[in-house]
Structure formats: structure tokens, C-alpha cells
């Protein structure tokens, strides 16, 4: 098993950033496959990016390409998601999820991981 603990939400204006993070603790992280997900009010849960165990490889939605960046330190046991130029819609509580030896072709499916975190907050003003 695997505990995951996000932390780095907040409210910023629109265009601003945050570096979210995910802490795992309690199995080898570097076998897991790992992902962001937001929910915002009254919406389903809804991918944002995915990184595999190396790093070497991501996914993203076209909501974020270009403006998120997901990245892994497997010596911190620790993911990032960098958000720059932030807008209203980003506004949601995201999560962090890990499978592992997930395909990351899959990891686009929330379905698909067995481990989420407790969400943190980010609200996005104009």
C-alpha cells in the first residue's frame, strides 16, 4: 500500500502559479505510476496529467498542455505539478493517485489507480 499526502493549494489571481505536491510514503514508489486529478463543484472527477515510474514519460489534458508541468522525484518519494498562468477554470480540489505498474496509456482514467490522496485546494480569482 501506499499513503499519499498533497500539499502546496491556495488561492492566487488569474495568470498567477503553484507548485502542488504529492508525498507517498509506505511502499516503492518508483513502481507506481502517478496522476493528478480536480474536481470542481458539482463536477465529475477529472484527469489533469500522469507521469510513469521514470519520469521520462507524462500525458496531459489539453485543458493544461502547456501552462502544467508534472514531474517525480523518486529519491523524495515526492510529485510536483507545476500550474502557471492559472485561470478561473482551473479552480477545483486536486488529487493525487498512484497505481502500480500501471500502463501510463491508461493513466488518463481515474478508474485505473487504487490510491488517492485527501485533495488540496486551489481557487483561481479574476
Known amino acids: 500500500q501506499v499513503q499519499l499526502v498533497e500539499s502546496g493549494g491556495g488561492s492566487v489571481q488569474s495568470g498567477g502559479s503553484l507548485r502542488l505536491s504529492c508525498a507517498a510514503s509506505?511502499?516503492?514508489?518508483?513502481?507506481?505510476?502517478m496522476g493528478w486529478f480536480r474536481q470542481a463543484p458539482g463536477r465529475e472527477r477529472a484527469f489533469v496529467a500522469t507521469?510513469?515510474?521514470?519520469?521520462?514519460?507524462?500525458i496531459y489534458a489539453d485543458s493544461v498542455k502547456g501552462r502544467f508541468t508534472i514531474s517525480r522525484d523518486n529519491a523524495k518519494t515526492t510529485m510536483y505539478l507545476r500550474m502557471n498562468s492559472l485561470k478561473p477554470e482551473d479552480t477545483a480540489v486536486y488529487y493525487c493517485?498512484?497505481?502500480?505498474?500501471?500502463?501510463?496509456?491508461?493513466?488518463?482514467?481515474?478508474?485505473?489507480?487504487?490510491?488517492w490522496g485527501q485533495g488540496t485546494q486551489v481557487t483561481v480569482s479574476s
Open positions: 493517485a498512484a497505481a502500480r505498474y500501471l500502463n501510463i496509456v491508461v493513466g488518463t482514467t481515474a478508474t485505473q489507480y487504487d490510491y
Open positions: 509506505g511502499s516503492i514508489f518508483e513502481t507506481y505510476t
Open positions: 507521469i510513469n515510474w521514470s519520469g521520462d514519460s507524462t
